[in-house]
């Protein structure tokens, strides 16, 4: 191929550089088809010819010659776009010609993408899209194409639903998706949902693709034409992967294979054999899939999400919980052929007022979503929907499972003990330390079974071999199975004092041997969710605990309780003396949970008598003891000790970096982070900060970042900030950082929109406290969440200053 520099011989004006088409014909191909020794197009003149150009010239002369057979060995050559030798199109064969086998078309890439799935109007509302129509116009569609559904339709609604950073409009463009899935082709929606999560199995299952940024440039400089210097002048001005196939696959002219129909079904199980290819070989054998997969897109919008499915970011704003809405919803209009579940009619809900359709709504994603947090897996969930559709049965056909870990409940922040006491006024409490260490839910079954799960669900019984020989000696006599929820803390055996979480992190996470384990550890025990086949996730918390502190045996400095205080909002100084010795104890500060439901007397939505009154006349949620999978209550709260010294903390990613001056000029100072958008997938700049860092912590940053290596990346499009770093981070981890006070700033985009249409939010004097190993940046702190705190501050101003709120500062005072 001629170097990239070289100036190519063009017929007349085109659209940017592409690469000649004779440049996919290797040397020998071209010596073992015969050419006439009056042929005009020499291999030379082939080589500085656009692809346009070369077509024309071709097909002058198929038209002013007679074309000689071609052999049996031309015939038979691998058609790779590397290998296959040009052969005449069928329109310009005559009819003899026309009639051979294996050879290869010169065809145009212009016209291939699949319109019919492309005009479907998935986002219009549910209520008047005609889910019934569109299915039967698409079956016909598919039967020529093999039948399944068709992965452009996949693109249509990702391309619909990045559009718009609307939350309903992204809702009603999957549901209307789903519902043309589940009336044309069942089959395929189990797949769909997978792709549309971007993932293809749930977190317990350890099913990854391992595909390296390598694999990707390969794939896109083979399949595209496109050299190094192409691909990183694309990849420079776009800064994602997606775009820049979107761009190759944009400018190619011509293919030499015409593209086979991708199907839903057909993307997901390559995605399958791709994870599932290991050993010897199982690099080329992942190489291979992905070139095939981008060969066969059909468009720029397939390529494009090919791309981002195949390096796991999908960008489209739809996250988990977007799926189970759009599912719960989908269910609610449209079934399978055959099946028997009741459905509601279009024109029922579409004559229901806003509210009644919205109970509707919200009892239907209750069940879903109470359903997979019981039950995380798709493989599960989207059969027994199409079987049974929305109904109180999917709770127990899709609920609490051995080995399936549940999703845990999660504790809201309190800004102190004063504020915890607060919102607990008139309830009885349980005050528990708060270990530094790691949650773990542990499974056992009849047959002596363990798995052991970490709060992302990932599977942690290869790394604490040791709890898992534990269990027989801590199960009582009574106790035949269970689910129970722990904090596993590294604990020198010889003295019994508590170590910090980043001991606990220096141990291995596979293959541990027990002999060889140097960091021992304590599980600290403080919920029973399951009991000898019983789920006791409905039980109040005092009985839950009681069950788990009778069935099991303590085993000091292995195995025990975590330690507790029974409370009430009166009893402020026991409680106090209380966190002070969590905090002595080295534990992070205390988590307070409610022992008991709102007795039956007394209505769940009402407060106590002695209850403070909330702004607007809002009524304060029930406090339920329940455990609530998945959720975020208030009838657990953590106050922990950063909290009642400097406030709210946040939980941040690094994004960016500058050169430090003067003695921080060899490191990474100031860092820019940001907070993450779920709704749109992006993150949003909310500080710089340059406090709080140890020397000995710049240099390991500034070695983690190194210019030239992996985790450096250009310029990301998914980075919500206007200014110019000297160097972009891979997003990857998740610093927890504390601040003075949160201000309007018209340079961050943090929560732009939320608290202002025109202005972010951005913390003064931001302090790095260290590095949440614990958390993934799926779990870092939200735009959503930033909002709120400065809404708190703001009110908390406004009572202590007697001023207007930030409320009625904004215009946003109740007419």
């Given at each position: 191929?001629?170097?990239?520099?070289?100036?190519?011989?063009?017929?007349?004006?085109?659209?940017?550089?592409?690469?000649?088409?004779?440049?996919?014909?290797?040397?020998?191909?071209?010596?073992?088809?015969?050419?006439?020794?009056?042929?005009?197009?020499?291999?030379?003149?082939?080589?500085?010819?656009?692809?346009?150009?070369?077509?024309?010239?071709?097909?002058?002369?198929?038209?002013?010659?007679?074309?000689?057979?071609?052999?049996?060995?031309?015939?038979?050559?691998?058609?790779?776009?590397?290998?296959?030798?040009?052969?005449?199109?069928?329109?310009?064969?005559?009819?003899?010609?026309?009639?051979?086998?294996?050879?290869?078309?010169?065809?145009?890439?212009?016209?291939?993408?699949?319109?019919?799935?492309?005009?479907?109007?998935?986002?219009?509302?549910?209520?008047?899209?005609?889910?019934?129509?569109?299915?039967?116009?698409?079956?016909?569609?598919?039967?020529?194409?093999?039948?399944?559904?068709?992965?452009?339709?996949?693109?249509?609604?990702?391309?619909?639903?990045?559009?718009?950073?609307?939350?309903?409009?992204?809702?009603?463009?999957?549901?209307?998706?789903?519902?043309?899935?589940?009336?044309?082709?069942?089959?395929?929606?189990?797949?769909?949902?997978?792709?549309?999560?971007?993932?293809?199995?749930?977190?317990?299952?350890?099913?990854?693709?391992?595909?390296?940024?390598?694999?990707?440039?390969?794939?896109?400089?083979?399949?595209?034409?496109?050299?190094?210097?192409?691909?990183?002048?694309?990849?420079?001005?776009?800064?994602?992967?997606?775009?820049?196939?979107?761009?190759?696959?944009?400018?190619?002219?011509?293919?030499?294979?015409?593209?086979?129909?991708?199907?839903?079904?057909?993307?997901?199980?390559?995605?399958?054999?791709?994870?599932?290819?290991?050993?010897?070989?199982?690099?080329?054998t992942k190489q291979r899939i992905v070139?095939?997969?981008?060969?066969?897109?059909?468009?720029?919008?397939?390529?494009?999400?090919?791309?981002?499915?195949?390096?796991?970011?999908?960008?489209?704003?739809?996250?988990?919980?977007?799926?189970?809405?759009?599912?719960?919803?989908?269910?609610?209009?449209?079934?399978?052929?055959?099946?028997?579940?009741?459905?509601?009619?279009?024109?029922?809900?579409?004559?229901?007022?806003?509210?009644?359709?919205?109970?509707?709504?919200?009892?239907?994603?209750?069940?879903?979503?109470?359903?997979?947090?019981?039950?995380?897996?798709?493989?599960?969930?989207?059969?027994?929907?199409?079987?049974?559709?929305?109904?109180?049965e999917l709770l127990l056909r899709c609920?609490?499972?051995?080995?399936?870990?549940?999703?845990?409940?999660?504790?809201?922040?309190?800004?102190?003990?004063?504020?915890?006491?607060?919102?607990?006024?008139?309830?009885?409490?349980?005050?528990?330390?708060?270990?530094?260490?790691?949650?773990?839910?542990?499974?056992?079954?009849?047959?002596?079974?363990?798995?052991?799960?970490?709060?992302?669900?990932?599977?942690?019984?290869?790394?604490?071999?040791?709890?898992?020989?534990?269990?027989?000696?801590?199960?009582?006599?009574?106790?035949?199975?269970?689910?129970?929820?722990?904090?596993?803390?590294?604990?020198?055996?010889?003295?019994?004092?508590?170590?910090?979480?980043?001991?606990?992190?220096?141990?291995?996470?596979?293959?541990?041997?027990?002999?060889?384990?140097?960091?021992?550890?304590?599980?600290?025990?403080?919920?029973?969710?399951?009991?000898?086949?019983?789920?006791?996730?409905?039980?109040?918390?005092?009985?839950?605990?009681?069950?788990?502190?009778?069935?099991?045996?303590?085993?000091?400095?292995?195995?025990?309780?975590?330690?507790?205080?029974?409370?009430?909002?009166?009893?402020?100084?026991?409680?106090?003396?209380?966190?002070?010795?969590?905090?002595?104890?080295?534990?992070?500060?205390?988590?307070?949970?409610?022992?008991?439901?709102?007795?039956?007397?007394?209505?769940?939505?009402?407060?106590?008598?002695?209850?403070?009154?909330?702004?607007?006349?809002?009524?304060?949620?029930?406090?339920?003891?329940?455990?609530?999978?998945?959720?975020?209550?208030?009838?657990?709260?953590?106050?922990?000790?950063?909290?009642?010294?400097?406030?709210?903390?946040?939980?941040?990613?690094?994004?960016?970096?500058?050169?430090?001056?003067?003695?921080?000029?060899?490191?990474?100072?100031?860092?820019?982070?940001?907070?993450?958008?779920?709704?749109?997938?992006?993150?949003?700049?909310?500080?710089?900060?340059?406090?709080?860092?140890?020397?000995?912590?710049?240099?390991?940053?500034?070695?983690?970042?190194?210019?030239?290596?992996?985790?450096?990346?250009?310029?990301?499009?998914?980075?919500?900030?206007?200014?110019?770093?000297?160097?972009?981070?891979?997003?990857?981890?998740?610093?927890?950082?504390?601040?003075?006070?949160?201000?309007?700033?018209?340079?961050?985009?943090?929560?732009?929109?939320?608290?202002?249409?025109?202005?972010?939010?951005?913390?003064?004097?931001?302090?790095?406290?260290?590095?949440?190993?614990?958390?993934?940046?799926?779990?870092?702190?939200t735009a959503d969440y930033l909002a709120?705190?400065?809404?708190?501050?703001?009110?908390?101003?406004?009572?202590?200053?007697?001023?207007?709120?930030?409320?009625?500062?904004?215009?946003?005072?109740?007419?």
């Amino acid at each position: 191929m001629s170097s990239p520099a070289k100036k190519r011989k063009r017929d007349g004006p085109e659209p940017g550089p592409q690469r000649s088409i004779a440049s996919f014909f290797k040397g020998s191909a071209a010596k073992q088809t015969p050419e006439p020794a009056s042929s005009s197009t020499s291999d030379t003149d082939k080589q500085h010819l656009s692809d346009e150009a070369l077509a024309r010239k071709l097909q002058e002369e198929w038209n002013q010659e007679d074309i000689a057979p071609v052999t049996d060995n031309v015939a038979k050559t691998e058609s790779t776009p590397a290998e296959a030798a040009v052969a005449k199109p069928e329109s310009l064969q005559s009819p003899t010609k026309a009639k051979q086998k294996h050879t290869i078309a010169l065809q145009s890439s212009a016209g291939t993408e699949d319109t019919v799935s492309l005009a479907v109007p998935l986002d219009q509302s549910p209520l008047t899209f005609d889910s019934t129509k569109y299915a039967e116009e698409l079956k016909a569609h598919w039967s020529a194409e093999g039948g399944s559904a068709s992965y452009a339709l996949l693109t249509r609604a990702f391309v619909l639903a990045n559009a718009t950073t609307s939350r309903i409009k992204i809702v009603d463009t999957l549901v209307n998706f789903l519902r043309i899935l589940i009336e044309g082709d069942p089959s395929s929606v189990l797949p769909a949902v997978w792709l549309a999560t971007n993932s293809i199995s749930p977190p317990y299952d350890e099913s990854e693709l391992g595909l390296g940024g390598s694999s990707i440039s390969k794939a896109l400089k083979k399949i595209y034409g496109l050299d190094n210097q192409g691909l990183k002048t694309l990849y420079d001005k776009y800064g994602d992967a997606g775009d820049v196939a979107f761009e190759a696959k944009k400018r190619q002219s011509f293919t030499l294979i015409r593209p086979k129909p991708l199907k839903i079904q057909g993307v997901y199980q390559s995605l399958r054999k791709i994870a599932a290819s290991k050993g010897s070989g199982s690099q080329e054998t992942k190489q291979r899939i992905v070139e095939k997969l981008l060969q066969d897109t059909r468009g720029a919008e397939e390529s494009r999400y090919i791309v981002r499915t195949l390096v796991q970011n999908l960008r489209i704003g739809a996250v988990k919980t977007t799926m189970l809405i759009a599912l719960a919803r989908a269910f609610l209009f449209s079934k399978p052929p055959g099946a028997g579940f009741p459905v509601y009619s279009q024109q029922a809900l579409a004559s229901l007022k806003k509210e009644n359709l919205s109970d509707i709504y919200n009892t239907a994603e209750e069940t879903v979503k109470a359903s997979y947090a019981r039950h995380p897996n798709y493989d599960d969930l989207v059969p027994c929907l199409l079987e049974i559709g929305v109904a109180e049965e999917l709770l127990l056909r899709c609920g609490l499972q051995l080995h399936i870990p549940l999703r845990p409940m999660l504790g809201s922040i309190t800004r102190d003990l004063s504020d915890m006491l607060t919102k607990l006024q008139g309830r009885d409490f349980s005050c528990e330390y708060k270990y530094d260490g790691q949650r773990a839910q542990v499974h056992c079954d009849e047959k002596g079974r363990v798995s052991i799960f970490s709060r992302h669900l990932e599977n942690m019984t290869e790394k604490y071999p040791d709890l898992v020989s534990l269990v027989p000696e801590i199960r009582g006599e009574s106790v035949s199975s269970f689910i129970l929820e722990g904090e596993v803390v590294a604990v020198d055996q010889e003295t019994g004092d508590l170590q910090t979480f980043q001991m606990l992190s220096n141990r291995a996470k596979k293959d541990v041997q027990l002999g060889a384990i140097k960091i021992n550890v304590c599980l600290f025990a403080f919920d029973l969710m399951y009991l000898n086949g019983a789920a006791l996730l409905d039980r109040p918390f005092r009985e839950r605990r009681e069950l788990l502190r009778s069935v099991f045996v303590e085993i000091p400095g292995r195995f025990t309780w975590v330690k507790s205080l029974d409370a009430t909002s009166a009893d402020s100084e026991a409680v106090l003396e209380f966190f002070k010795g969590a905090t002595d104890s080295k534990c992070e500060g205390i988590m307070v949970k409610v022992l008991d439901n709102v007795p039956k007397t007394a209505s769940p939505d009402d407060p106590p008598p002695d209850a403070p009154k909330t702004p607007k006349g809002n009524r304060r949620k029930a406090l339920l003891s329940t455990y609530e999978p998945d959720k975020r209550l208030e009838s657990w709260l953590k106050v922990k000790k950063d909290y009642s010294t400097s406030s709210e903390t946040l939980d941040l990613i690094p994004v960016a970096g500058w050169h430090g001056q003067g003695r921080k000029a060899k490191w990474w100072s100031p860092i820019l982070l940001a907070v993450r958008n779920p709704e749109t997938g992006s993150l949003e700049a909310v500080t710089k900060c340059m406090s709080g860092f140890t020397d000995k912590f710049y240099q390991a940053n500034k070695d983690k970042y190194a210019e030239g290596s992996t985790n450096v990346i250009s310029r990301p499009g998914y980075v919500d900030y206007a200014g110019e770093p000297d160097v972009w981070f891979n997003p990857q981890e998740v610093w927890e950082m504390a601040f003075a006070d949160i201000t309007l700033s018209p340079t961050y985009t943090a929560a732009i929109g939320l608290v202002s249409d025109e202005r972010g939010l951005s913390l003064r004097f931001p302090r790095f406290l260290r590095v949440r190993e614990d958390k993934s940046i799926d779990e870092a702190s939200t735009a959503d969440y930033l909002a709120l705190l400065w809404r708190k501050q703001s009110e908390r101003a406004e009572l202590e200053a007697g001023q207007p709120g930030a409320d009625e500062k904004l215009g946003w005072q109740d007419e």
